[in-house]
């Protein structure tokens, strides 16, 4: 049965969180790929069915480990401005994938939708509701920072920008111009944007401008 394991059966580990911190650990380092039973065990220097004890599958670790990231929050701003608020918790959101890769990996294979995590969601639905947009219009303003968050980490170069920008560049300029006349003659600006801080920056700003011409609209229409 399902249970916390005795002394005897713990070896070096001592809760499930120590158990889920290595984890974290382990999948922020070498990738979630990398993260198997056997080989946490080994880290923690356990046997494997001494971790069964606190995790019965890798979904339900991986739930663990999504948990041990989130401990390391930052505190999310909702009293205030709401463009500057609403930046200032996607930058933090941001900062928290850049810290533990892993979150990324994880959503990528299941969903989040553990309390802790969702503090993104309520924190954004706070400031926008607050802000006077209708519940329907901030959920789906929230599922579009979401996707902008996670999709830009999971489809940004996983190296080197600058090499990213090089190869965008090379096969860029191998182009017909005939055939692809925008790409073209714009070479540098498409291999600039690959990824990196500012490409984020400007579109994050494009978003919050979307969201600021929602509000607008919102406020003409009473």
Do not use: N
């Not at 984890?23 to 790929?33: C, F, Q």
């Not at 810290?99 to 926008?128: C, D």
């Amino acid at each position: 049965m399902y249970g916390v394991p005795t002394e005897t059966q713990r070896g070096t580990v001592t809760t499930r969180e120590e158990v889920a911190r290595a984890a974290l650990e382990l999948a922020d380092r070498d990738g979630i790929d990398a993260l198997s039973m056997r080989r946490l065990a080994d880290t923690l220097g356990v046997g494997t069915m001494t971790l069964y004890g606190y995790f019965r599958s890798k979904s339900e670790l991986l739930g663990g480990v999504v948990d041990a990231a989130v401990d390391d929050r930052e505190d999310l701003p909702t009293q205030g401005p709401w463009r500057g608020c609403l930046r200032d918790v996607v930058l933090t959101a941001r900062r928290s994938m850049l810290r533990h890769p892993s979150l990324v990996e994880t959503r990528m294979r299941q969903p989040v939708l553990r309390p802790e995590a969702l503090r993104f969601a309520e924190a954004t639905m706070t400031i926008l509701t607050g802000a006077g947009m209708d519940r329907e219009a901030a959920a789906r303003t929230f599922r579009l920072l979401f996707t902008f968050l996670f999709g830009y980490a999971a489809l940004s170069p996983a190296g080197d920008v600058e090499q990213a920008g090089r190869s965008a560049r090379a096969a860029l300029s191998a182009l017909p111009p005939d055939d692809y006349p925008a790409l073209a003659s714009a070479v540098d600006e498409a291999a600039g944007a690959m990824g990196g801080e500012e490409t984020f920056a400007f579109g994050l700003e494009l978003i919050l401008d979307g969201v600021a011409a929602r509000l607008d609209h919102s406020t003409a229409q009473r």
